[in-house]
């Protein structure tokens, strides 16, 4: 059967930049590789999710693999299970970070209160050494709960609630407030008002505060400070979740399904949904390892837009675009490949978005696919081609292109799937 390859292009789309002339980097760059595969095949735009809705990298690939918004495990669980940390069903996660904050007192509805303005989200010069340091001062054992904090890199980390799904709902909200020039967030409960996330959400508040007061007298803080450096005084929280994930890649698309990447986070999601991973830096090479694995959907991805878009340099994301391009050099019509080549989500090079919401060119190429209008790898060639998207729209449409789509309406099985199921029970006469 035809195998699917997706090279995937992480943070690829992009704003009409004026430093450009307003064209975006894609449109700026001298891409002749990709702009002849986008030229001979099928092309497009497609939104991760909703028009305008940014997502994060590990949200947005759920939804390219087939799932829906809501079996998304949380950043912390895919972060976990990428760092091999052991996470238990009865356990609770949230990732922490090391900050730097003023506690500044203020009036508020007739009382005088404290609040937490942030200095620095993640205190500079905090390693492993330091980290650990402070981590020793953490509460161990809180309100009956039993916390463990683990090393991540720089100034990330993990928490851990250990045996507290009986008492808790991770459902609860965060207290790094992501974005510049705001204080600490209170803890509260997310889209919903049950009793069990509320307990978490006093729980984290409780353990924070305990949290400021050991760090904020800390031998190593106070010699932080004489020597002219940032206390790493707050330990900022998110992104809360429990184990708890949805059925494997194969079992929701019909295809054995591998990644090569270089990244922890892609580690995380492959490994959360039981695909494949393959390390490989260098994209070229990553594309030739595609070629010699033998599984139906094979999924390449590089970081290297995106981490140029966060320089907010669009002539840098130029410039990653070029060297990128001439990986696709070799690249053409395969007989026994459907190339699909697309983004997870924009990440605008200017502005103070992380990433943004604008859609990304995509282009499905093989010796089944349409020829249309779009002849260049770019937001507005595409935006001349066939397909408008999102990102739960690639799966169906990869099944039906490799011919292993299925009738909507049969019934395989209990479930309903959109591939001709290889999983059934056959009827037995025993
Ligand atoms: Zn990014």
């Known amino acids: 059967m035809i195998k699917t390859m997706l090279f995937l292009l992480d943070g690829v789309g992009d704003r009409g930049q004026p430093s450009l002339g307003g064209l975006t980097p894609l449109q700026a760059a001298?891409?002749?590789?990709?702009?002849?595969?986008?030229?001979?095949?099928?092309?497009?735009?497609?939104?991760?999710?909703?028009?305008?809705?940014?997502?994060?990298?590990d949200q947005a690939h759920y939804l390219l693999f087939g799932y829906e918004p809501e079996e998304y495990p949380g950043r912390a669980v895919i972060d976990a299970i990428g760092e091999n940390l052991s996470l238990a069903a009865e356990d609770i996660i949230l990732r922490t970070s090391w900050a730097t904050v003023a506690h500044e007192s203020g009036?508020?509805?007739?009382?005088?209160?404290?609040?937490?303005?942030?200095?620095?989200?993640?205190?500079?010069?905090?390693?492993?050494?330091?980290?650990?340091?402070?981590?020793?001062?953490?509460?161990?054992?809180?309100?009956?709960?039993?916390?463990?904090?683990y090393f991540s890199h720089d100034s990330h980390g993990f928490l851990i609630l250990r045996n507290c799904?009986?008492?808790?709902?991770?459902?609860?909200?965060?207290?790094?407030?992501?974005?510049?020039?705001?204080?600490?967030?209170?803890?509260?409960?997310?889209?919903?008002?049950?009793?069990?996330?509320?307990?978490?959400?006093?729980?984290?508040?409780?353990?924070?505060?305990?949290?400021?007061?050991?760090?904020?007298?800390?031998?190593?803080?106070?010699?932080?400070?004489?020597?002219?450096?940032?206390?790493?005084?707050?330990?900022?929280?998110?992104?809360?979740?429990?184990?708890?994930?949805?059925?494997?890649?194969?079992?929701?698309?019909?295809?054995?399904?591998?990644?090569?990447?270089?990244?922890k986070l892609l580690k995380g999601v492959a490994a959360s949904l039981q695909m494949d991973y393959y390390e490989c830096g260098d994209y070229e090479e990553a594309i030739k390892l595609g070629h010699q694995l033998d599984y139906d959907y094979i999924h390449i991805h590089t970081k290297a837009p995106d981490t140029a878009a966060h320089t907010k340099r669009p002539?840098?994301?130029?410039?990653?675009?070029?060297?990128?391009?001439?990986?696709?050099?070799?690249?053409?019509?395969?007989?026994?490949?459907?190339?699909?080549?697309?983004?997870?989500?924009?990440?605008?090079?200017?502005?103070?978005?992380?990433?943004?919401?604008?859609?990304?060119?995509?282009?499905?190429?093989?010796?089944?696919?349409?020829?249309?209008?779009?002849?260049?790898?770019?937001?507005?060639?595409?935006?001349q081609g066939t397909h408008r998207i999102t990102a739960g729209d690639l799966m169906p449409i990869v099944l039906n292109l490799t011919d292993r789509a299925k009738l909507y309406h049969l019934r395989a099985g209990g479930k309903r799937r959109l591939y001709r199921a290889m999983h059934v029970a056959p009827l037995t006469d025993e």
């Not at 209160?113 to 953490?138: C, D, M, N, W, Y």
């Not at 490949?337 to 103070?352: F, R, W």
Request: net charge neutral.
């Open 30 to 57: 001298h891409c002749p590789n990709l702009d002849r595969i986008a030229k001979a095949g099928e092309t497009g735009l497609m939104v991760p999710f909703k028009p305008g809705i940014p997502l994060g990298t």
């Open 107 to 149: 009036r508020l509805e007739e009382k005088t209160i404290g609040s937490f303005v942030i200095r620095e989200r993640f205190t500079p010069g905090i390693g492993i050494k330091e980290a650990q340091t402070l981590a020793r001062a953490l509460p161990k054992e809180f309100g009956g709960v039993r916390a463990e904090w």
């Open 165 to 263: 799904i009986q008492r808790f709902d991770p459902q609860v909200s965060d207290t790094d407030p992501f974005y510049e020039g705001q204080r600490v967030m209170a803890c509260t409960p997310f889209e919903t008002t049950g009793e069990k996330a509320q307990a978490l959400a006093k729980w984290i508040n409780q353990y924070l505060l305990e949290t400021y007061r050991r760090l904020s007298e800390h031998p190593l803080n106070k010699e932080r400070q004489a020597a002219g450096a940032l206390p790493g005084n707050f330990l900022l929280t998110k992104w809360a979740g429990r184990l708890g994930l949805p059925e494997a890649f194969h079992l929701r698309n019909g295809m054995r399904g591998a990644v090569v990447g270089s990244s």
């Open 315 to 383: 002539q840098e994301k130029v410039r990653v675009l070029e060297a990128l391009d001439r990986a696709f050099a070799s690249l053409k019509v395969n007989e026994g490949y459907l190339y699909i080549i697309t983004g997870d989500h924009s990440t605008a090079s200017s502005g103070t978005l992380i990433h943004s919401g604008e859609s990304v060119p995509v282009v499905f190429l093989g010796d089944m696919t349409r020829r249309d209008l779009g002849d260049a790898f770019d937001e507005a060639a595409c935006g």
